[in-house]
């Protein structure tokens, strides 16, 4: 069976030669044959796809990353389905911060983008009051302090051989996709990693890109720090413990000036005590301990984080000024053929990075609690 194809061969994508097809198109059409010109032409070398496909096809092709796919139109169609239906699983906090507005930062051009630049900036003076409009203003000269965010990628990858999509075709067997997904489950755990943890290497180092680092919640620059007492947090839930000792963590947040709203980000077993009653003993209203710390008016909301260390606890002000997620690229389908033609390789990809920030004077909207 013929498993490669020539570009001069002279059938057409209907009869054996899709790439004969696409280069002719792109010839025909535009009066070039490059890589960015073909694009345009790649996904529709198999001319059988269903609106539903052909939906899948346009999402894909707006990310940019689609250029002459190698796999039949519906194997790629299956494997891109199983990237969406895992869409933000295991993606908890992340996923709370992209559904907020105002709370991303969107790059229209990811990989050009290595590193994103900004600065922070001193308060100085203060307004004036005045009979007269033309009165002068103070002259001011604020502190600027220059801060960089590597923008790295998050990624992770699975292969398909020739024998098993050829095995697939022939028996009308289902083309497993189960890597696909986990390879996405994988992506988003490493971008939930990262906000919570911050960004590291493979060998535990932070990562970072000519010096600078992406760091997440918990070793933030300039974060305060709370204790907490852990029994009263876990193993043996005292609600008004905990109430008492939230409210310590908006006062060191109000002496940096964050008023809210804030969100608290709980590790699993402070999440599970939370549901407890808020007091045993009398409990009048029915209230568990999650109930009563939100009628806070300035708590927001409680995130549930398995990936949070079970010994902390992140109180933060959900701003610009203090959290952001750079968004590139959501987790979206490479695909590309090795030379040979044998293996289909898949490369799920995200660039999202987290950007926490503190003011030039130290001030900080992320309170650290320490359960112990």
Not at 142 to 167: A, C, H, N
Not at 277 to 296: H, M
Not at 344 to 358: E, G, Q, T, Y
Request: charged share 20%.
């Amino acid at each position: 069976m013929e498993m490669r194809f020539l570009a001069g061969s002279p059938e057409g994508y209907k009869g054996a030669n899709p790439l004969g097809d696409i280069i002719g198109r792109c010839l025909e059409q535009t009066g070039r044959w490059d890589i960015a010109t073909m694009r345009s032409f790649g996904m529709d070398a198999m001319d059988r796809a269903t609106e539903e496909d052909r939906a899948f096809r346009a999402f894909q092709a707006q990310q940019g990353f689609r250029a002459l796919a190698p796999l039949p139109e519906k194997a790629q169609v299956l494997i891109d389905r199983a990237v969406v239906e895992v869409g933000l699983q295991r993606l908890s906090f992340g996923a709370y911060l992209l559904a907020q507005p105002g709370l991303q930062f969107t790059l229209n051009d990811p990989l050009s983008v290595t590193q994103l630049e900004w600065y922070t900036r001193s308060r100085t003076g203060a307004a004036q009051r005045t009979m007269r409009p033309d009165s002068r203003t103070e002259n001011k000269l604020p502190v600027m302090l220059p801060y960089r965010l590597p923008i790295y990628l998050t990624l992770d990858g699975f292969q398909l051989d020739i024998r098993t999509l050829k095995v697939s075709q022939r028996v009308g067997m289902p083309l497993d996709v189960t890597e696909a997904g986990h390879c996405t489950r994988s992506v988003n755990e490493g971008i939930e990693d990262a906000l919570i943890n911050g960004a590291t290497t493979l060998d535990g180092n932070a990562l970072a890109d000519a010096g600078y680092t992406a760091p997440g919640v918990l070793n933030a620059t300039n974060a305060n720090a709370q204790v907490l007492t852990a029994a009263a947090w876990s193993t043996a839930p005292v609600g008004s413990t905990v109430f008492t000792e939230v409210e310590a963590m908006i006062a060191k947040e109000q002496a940096d000036k964050k008023y809210g709203p804030y969100v608290m980000v709980v590790p699993t077993v402070v999440g599970n005590a939370l549901d407890s009653d808020y007091n045993a003993t009398n409990n009048a209203q029915g209230l568990t301990i999650r109930e009563r710390l939100l009628k806070i008016p300035s708590l927001k909301d409680i995130i549930v984080a398995d990936l949070m260390p079970a010994t902390k606890v992140a109180f933060i002000q959900m701003t610009p000024d203090v959290i952001q997620m750079v968004v590139g690229q959501q987790p979206t389908v490479i695909p590309w053929t090795s030379l040979e033609g044998f293996t289909f390789h898949n490369l799920v990809m995200a660039i999202m990075v987290p950007w926490v920030k503190s003011d030039a004077d130290g001030n900080s909207g992320i309170c650290i609690g320490t359960l112990t």
